[in-house]
Each structure stands twice: as C-alpha cells, then as structure tokens.
C-alpha cells in the first residue's frame, strides 16, 4: 500500500509539472520591449479560457487588408474590467488597442496590452 502511495504521488507530481510546461510563456512568442498602437475592424472574439483571442482585419503596409490575431487575458480578466463581453465587445466594430508584436517577422499576431472599449482605456498588462 505505501509503495502504491509513493507511485501515485509522483505521478500526480509529474503530470502537474508537465501540465505547467505546456502552458506558453509571453517572452517567447512576443517581443515585450515594444508596444505598438493598431487599429482594427474585430471580425471575431473567442473568448477561451485563460486567454482571449481578437480577430481584426487590418491594413498592411502595402494598403492590403490583413487578418491579425491578438491574444488578451481571458474571461476572468474582462469580468473583473467590468466588460460585458456580449455588449461591449462586437463583430464589426473599430478598435484602438496597444500591443506588443510577435518575436517572428511580419507574422500577424501581437498580445494586447490596452484596449479603448466604449470610449476608455483599459489598461491590461502594464506599458
């Protein structure tokens, strides 16, 4: 019975550590020393536990439209804002946010730092 103890606690122990490795950290995919200010049309909001993604169509430098994907702090985050996502955050509508880009070049994604919802600032992650 001991021995069957001591198994189960190492394996709890080690597929909590591997859960926790598998969880990305910011500095890897997003360079954190700049913060950029976009503008953007939201074609979607996937709000997934803990995180949230923003899909904007946005100009590229050429004038093309471009899809992004900006990730942000999930439903916890937004509640504790005070955001009602289902009627302040729409499809359709223009957003101003701040955000630091991706590490890899001309990739099309960046983490939200800041967003203007219903005409305030909302700061997410500090600048």
């Known amino acids: 019975m001991k021995k069957l103890m001591c198994v189960a606690v190492a394996a709890c122990a080690l597929g909590g550590s591997l859960a926790v490795q598998a969880h990305h950290s910011a500095n890897a995919q997003y360079d954190l020393t700049k913060v950029v200010e976009m503008q953007g049309e939201l074609l979607e909001f996937a709000n997934i536990n803990p995180h949230a993604y923003w899909y904007f169509n946005m100009p590229g430098p050429d004038g093309t439209v471009v899809k992004w994907s900006i990730e942000s ?8 804002y005070g955001v009602r996502i289902k009627d302040d955050i729409k499809p359709g509508q223009v957003y101003k946010f701040k955000a630091s880009p991706a590490l890899k070049p001309n990739e099309p994604n960046a983490l939200m730092r800041s967003v203007e919802i219903n005409g305030k600032w909302l700061g997410l992650i500090a600048n």
Request: proline letters at 25%.
């Open 73 to 80: 702090p999930g439903p916890a985050a937004w509640r504790r």
